[in-house]
């Protein structure tokens, strides 16, 4: 099994910048490919960006291209999402998953997921 535990949100001004965390416990060969989505209220939970395990390889929403950057340190068991230029659209749940299938940061499916962390960008 793998846990994944999300933190760094908050409430943040429309322009500025958030970074959010997420760290893989237990089963830690079982989350090599990493991803965050997030669901809006009344809206269906949509992905974000995901990273391979090497971290060499990156995919964004077109929504985020250009203002999220996602990153991982291995020897910490950690990935992160910088978000930059926060827009009022960006508030909502961000969920970390983690898979162990090594392709999954193309197009998934993640198996492990985090409870969520609630980012909120007030305009």
């Known amino acids: 099994q793998v846990q994944v535990v999300e933190s760094g949100g908050g409430l943040v001004q429309v322009g500025g910048s958030l970074r959010l965390s997420c760290a893989a416990s237990?089963?830690?060969?079982?989350?090599?490919?990493m991803a965050w989505f997030r669901q809006a209220p009344g809206k269906e939970r949509e992905f974000v960006a995901a990273?391979?395990?090497?971290?060499?390889?990156?995919r964004y929403a077109d929504s985020v291209k250009g203002r999220f950057t996602m990153s991982r340190d291995n020897a910490k068991n950690t990935v992160y999402l910088q978000m930059n230029s926060l827009k009022p659209d960006d508030t909502a749940v961000y969920y970390c998953?983690?898979?162990?299938?090594?392709?999954?940061?193309?197009?998934?499916?993640?198996?492990?997921w985090g409870q969520g962390t609630q980012v909120t960008v007030s305009s």
């Open positions: 237990g089963r830690t060969s079982s989350s090599r490919p």
């Open positions: 998953a983690a898979d162990p299938d090594a392709a999954a940061w193309v197009g998934g499916p993640f198996n492990y």
């Open positions: 990273i391979s395990w090497s971290g060499g390889n990156t």
